[in-house]
């Protein structure tokens, strides 16, 4: 199978697991195996699903609502196969946002198509799970 090299979406998230368990843990509630010689990458029959640090982590920043996100621990950058419908690759995103959802991870999605996500891909959702508020961060 061929994948793109364009990134089609970023799912940042807030967890604590190091990233190979982060993968691993994914790979089985996509019906995915993991890959890479990290064991961080996750593939799916329609996307390749990258767990990396985002470099702009901070533990602070991220508890500030809505932009913190920004600054949670990993993001999931999601390559699609190159064939791959649109509707496919959406369903996934989303999947995979219930998936974290489900289990109290706060995750938001960034991509053209966040307003076809649950909750809008959970940026500025009350109804998705959030990093404890900083005292200056308030939840609007």
């Given at each position: 199978m061929t994948y793109s090299d364009d990134l089609d979406c970023k799912v940042y998230i807030a967890a604590d697991a190091p990233r190979a368990e982060l993968a691993a843990a994914l790979a089985r509630a996509l019906a995915g195996a993991v890959d890479g010689p990290f064991r961080d990458t996750?593939?799916?029959p329609d996307a390749l699903l990258d767990v990396v640090a985002n470099d702009e982590f901070d533990e602070r920043q991220q508890r500030d609502f809505p932009d913190g996100f920004l600054h949670f621990r990993y993001?999931?950058?999601?390559?699609?196969?190159?064939?791959?419908?649109?509707?496919?690759?959406?369903?996934?995103?989303?999947?995979?946002?219930?998936?974290?959802?489900?289990?109290?991870?706060?995750?938001?999605?960034?991509?053209?198509?966040?307003?076809?996500?649950?909750?809008?891909?959970?940026?500025?959702?009350?109804?998705?799970?959030?990093?404890?508020?900083?005292?200056?961060?308030?939840?609007?």
């Open positions: 996750v593939r799916t993001a999931i950058e999601v390559y699609p196969r190159a064939d791959a419908p649109h509707e496919a690759v959406r369903q996934l995103v989303a999947r995979l946002l219930e998936y974290l959802w489900g289990r109290g991870i706060p995750a938001v999605a960034a991509c053209d198509y966040e307003d076809e996500l649950p909750f809008g891909g959970g940026y500025k959702s009350l109804a998705v799970p959030w990093v404890e508020q900083s005292v200056t961060g308030t939840r609007a």
